[in-house]
């Protein structure tokens, strides 16, 4: 009753039935039968022998593993516990010079291949047991592409090899070492390159621009790809010694000039060719007039330096100047740009000292730009300004934005409880920012406030989430000595 | 003696629980928290309402309480009370007022429970020499006998038509009817095999598995018709099987298995509404394994909470059987505690030897648990694990079967798991010096 040939006849008579298929062997009672049968192949199992080999075991990694309870951590965000919070874990790990726990790498790997922007960290904190399980899962084989520490690679080979992502970082990382080595590459292949290559490479000459790139982005004027020419335009507008400044420049002054304290603008007619080879785009916006529209690119691609000459006036007078119709707000609008552009801190302050501006945030330096929402914060609290602000402030607060913040809630919430309703979003935005040293103030800030609000819901769940990252720095940092 | 975190979790009705409990941990949603050394623990945690939710624990039952309307028990408000103390955030403080009550009105019913139990247990030995008590429960028991044999008559009846007409033409609603008129008949125990053979009709290469189970359901019965025939070992297996009841204060009263015992780990699943809970035990000194098995309404915590990898040291009570495996906890010596070390491990053929011996004497074993040395997971698209030169199925889903072979990294590691006869289910694997559940 043992041979295999006899199981399988079995089988299949118990499930057509014997009234259909009568066994040959055995008794009236089938399952009597199947009991030992059954009861010998469970017992009797044999192992094959080995069919496939293991595996090349994975390369060790010299790196500490990161504390216990960091690991736990992990693992609680992994499964979906505040993982808005992963970035910020993964930024203080890899900073740590730790390996991600071994146990944890699946799902880490995973949710690097769902957040394209974090592979590089997860990668880094996977090591070489994450590239060795990359070669065995292709679901993670982008954790073995990303920056091998041991590859070296010759730059031409991985220049001429790479996917547009990895060939548009290598130009990042070579124009920060050596900005002609890294035009020259690009130029060496540019003509066999494809439009939408071509503008991103292009792209990678912001870094280290200087007047010494004209020439190459003033022949990518005439690039038969429409975004080839826009980001060529958007390059010779950042230098102010270059043609298109010049001529840009020339456009502007023609067009907007001071008539005694008022300014005089005079919109274009039309937008010519010669203004499209330069960048200028005919189609505006919806909500904006298109010679509205024209102006405003002409002075955005302006050197800013001209105008105090050209108005005859100095910087804080003249960005107050006002013209009829509210035209200086098309004007203001260029000057906005240009100064992001132009990366002229003096700007922006003359520009932001005539009413908020959130674009312009960017041009500050870091605790600077805090200093000056801090500021505004205390003058005014959540005025529709500030609070279109505080999205643009940098990730990191200091501690001073972050005391004026915690107090202008604390203000508005006290002097009117039922306004507050709005107040949850703006809270909830201080999440990721607010610096951990005001951890004990946030949480003082959620017993001030009165239970039953949305505002008390938002104020007890930002002292819950700086309490949390306050935590996950604390094991990271932590000094364990674990394998 | 302060829980761990681990505990915790284990205490917990389910995840859900925990990731609210999670977020109620910051010492800003916590007034007047405090505790009484390893008695009692109390806090009250600010929610959405105006007033806030009073929560304690009573650590010596451990029982829990709260005043927020959640039929969680413990609720996510003690759960965080827990986690807090688990972390040393909870201090020592007088106990307020109504902590105060609640433990003693709780003291109070232990002592008149105390009470109701020795005068039921002087009842009973004054009973004992009586005979009408005597007669009536002889007759209780001959009346479950004759329902049950009823019923075991009736199974059989009905497998032998079913292998009359053929398994594939079974109306797949009828498995649920026969396995209710079971429990109708006094024998949960084959009320669950039915409902088990009738979920293997929806695995995979279901039909050698569905012939086997239900050929060994038909075995049961026959033996349950030769009980007085039986060797006591044996029929005591018999019984436990088909659904006699265990008086568990009894087994607790009888000898016990002093040992440092490993936690292999084990699984929860979902049976009538139930939540069941599988925990593995092996005996670092005695190498005897053990199942402790636990049974919670869903949404209640189980009292079984051991987390894998861990070890405590404990006496144990094994239920009646010639193949001694499920047990129940009698007095805990040391708390479950991750400790350095790994649990015994023998080689695959010693492992297979086990498990053919055990199935010998107890032919309706279901899962026997394992401990393999040197398990290398394969490099190939089958899932399975290489041990001295033979390879091992492995039945778990990719988030396990990933965990393993990430920390094996290629080398060998100590793997417990599942034996089923034919493929292993990896419960926790030993590599690098720390236990990690799969």
């Known amino acids: 009753m043992s041979a295999r040939g006899d199981w399988t006849e079995l089988v299949g008579a118990v499930l057509v039935g014997t009234d259909r298929r009568p066994v040959r062997t055995g008794g009236d009672d089938l399952l009597a039968e199947a009991a030992e049968a059954a009861l010998e192949r469970y017992a009797g199992w044999l192992p094959p022998p080995a069919g496939g080999q293991p595996p090349d075991p994975a390369p060790e990694d010299p790196r500490p593993r990161v504390p216990d309870a960091a690991g736990r951590r992990l693992r609680r965000m992994l499964a979906g516990e505040h993982d808005e919070l992963l970035p910020e874990w993964l930024a203080v790990a890899r900073g740590t010079g730790r390996r991600a726990p071994e146990e944890d790498l699946p799902d880490l790997l995973d949710h690097g291949r769902a957040h394209p922007t974090r592979r590089t960290a997860v990668a880094e904190l996977a090591g070489p047991r994450g590239r060795w399980l990359a070669g065995l899962n292709p679901r993670w084989r982008y954790a073995a592409e990303v920056a091998d520490p041991d590859g070296d690679e010759p730059v031409e080979e991985s220049w001429r090899l790479g996917s547009r992502t990895q060939r548009a970082a290598l130009l990042v990382a070579l124009r920060g070492r050596d900005p002609a080595a890294a035009r020259d590459l690009l130029a060496s292949t540019w003509s066999t390159e494809t439009a939408e290559d071509r503008a991103a490479f292009l792209q990678a000459l912001a870094t280290g621009l200087s007047a010494a790139d004209e020439e190459f982005c003033e022949a990518a004027l005439d690039d038969r790809g429409r975004q080839v020419r826009e980001v060529a335009a958007d390059l010779l507008a950042r230098l102010p010694d270059s043609a298109l400044a010049g001529r840009m420049a020339e456009r502007a002054q023609a067009r907007v000039r001071r008539d005694g304290r008022r300014l005089a603008v005079i919109l274009p007619t039309e937008c010519d060719e010669a203004m499209r080879r330069d960048g200028v785009l005919p189609n505006p916006r919806i909500g904006t007039g298109e010679r509205a529209w024209w102006l405003e690119q002409i002075v955005a691609a302006t050197p800013l330096d001209r105008w105090p000459a050209a108005l005859g006036q100095p910087l804080e007078r003249l960005v107050t100047l006002r013209a009829p119709d509210d035209l200086h707000e098309v004007v203001r609008r260029g000057w906005v740009r240009a100064a992001v552009r132009q990366g002229r801190v003096d700007w922006a302050y003359a520009l932001l000292g005539v009413r908020p501006e959130p674009d312009l945030l960017a041009v500050l330096p870091h605790d600077e730009c805090c ?113 | 003696m302060r829980w761990t975190e681990e505990q915790v979790l284990a ?49 010596a039952g451990p029982a829990y309480r709260c005043t927020c309307p959640s039929r969680k028990v413990p609720c996510k408000h003690v759960l965080a009370l827990l986690l807090r103390w688990a972390t040393g955030d909870v201090t020592d ?11 003693s009105t709780r003291a109070d019913r232990a002592e008149v429970a105390q009470a109701r139990a020795a005068a039921r247990e002087a009842r009973q030995s004054a009973g004992e020499s009586s005979p009408a008590r005597a007669a009536a429960s002889g007759k209780r028991a001959e009346r479950r006998a004759e329902r049950v044999a009823t019923g075991v008559t009736e199974l059989e009846r009905w497998l032998a038509d079913q292998v009359r007409h053929g398994l594939a033409n079974t109306a797949p609603d009828e498995w649920a009817a026969v396995a209710a008129r079971m429990v109708d008949a006094q024998a949960p125990g084959l009320a669950r095999l ?27 019965l026959a033996a349950y018709h030769r009980l007085d025939a039986l060797p006591e070992p044996l029929a005591g297996t018999v019984r436990v099987r088909v659904g006699f009841p265990v008086d568990r204060a009894e087994l607790l009263a009888g000898p016990t298995v002093r040992d440092r015992w490993w936690v292999l780990g084990g699984r929860d699943e979902a049976e009538d509404a139930l939540s069941v809970r599988r925990v593995w035990l092996a005996g670092a000194d005695t190498g005897r394994v053990a199942l402790l098995l636990s049974y919670a309404a869903a949404g209640q915590a189980h009292d079984v909470a051991y987390p894998a990898g861990t070890r405590l040291e404990a006496d144990l009570a094994y239920f009646p059987g010639a193949v001694p495996l499920r047990a129940l906890v009698g007095a805990e010596h040391a708390p479950p505690a991750a400790v350095a070390g790994e649990p015994p491990a023998e080689p695959l053929g010693a492992v297979l030897d086990g498990y053919a011996r055990a199935l010998a004497a107890d032919p309706w074993l279901e899962e026997w648990p394992v401990v393999l040395a040197g398990a290398v997971p394969a490099a190939g698209g089958d899932h399975a694990v290489l041990v001295d030169g033979q390879e091992v199925p492995v039945r778990a889903g990719g988030a396990a079967w990933w965990r393993l072979v990430a920390v094996s990294g290629g080398r060998p590691v100590t793997l417990a798991g599942e034996w089923d006869g034919g493929a292993l289910r990896p419960l926790t694997a030993w590599a690098g010096g720390r236990a990690v559940p799969l």
Do not use: I
Request: charged share 25%.
């Open chain 1, 371 to 483: 200093s000056y929402v801090a500021g505004q914060l205390d003058r005014h609290g959540f005025t529709s300004d500030n609070m279109a602000l505080l999205p643009r402030c940098p990730d990191r607060w200091t501690t001073g934005l972050g005391r004026a913040f915690l107090a202008a809630v604390e203000r508005d919430v006290t002097r009117a409880a039922d306004r507050p309703f709005w107040l949850g979003h703006v809270v909830a935005g201080a999440r990721l920012a607010l610096p951990l040293e005001l951890a004990a103030d946030a949480e003082r800030l959620a017993h001030a406030v009165p239970g039953g609000t949305p505002a008390a819901a938002a104020c007890a769940e930002l002292a819950e989430v700086v309490e949390f990252r306050a935590q996950m720095h604390q094991e990271l940092e932590e000094r364990q000595e674990t394998r």
């Open chain 2, 11 to 59: 205490a917990a009705p389910d995840a859900a629980a925990v990731k609210a409990a999670r977020g109620l941990t910051s010492p800003g949603r916590w007034d007047e928290a405090g505790a009484a050394g390893a008695a009692a623990l109390w806090g009250s945690c600010r929610g959405s309402g105006r007033e806030p939710y009073r929560a304690a624990v009573d650590l």
């Open chain 2, 93 to 103: 403080r007088p106990v307020p007022g109504w902590v105060g009550e609640w433990l």
């Open chain 2, 194 to 220: 039915v409902r088990r053979a009738a979920e293997l009709r929806l695995g995979e290469d279901f039909s050698d598995r569905l012939v086997a189970e239900l050929a060994r359901l038909r075995l049961l």
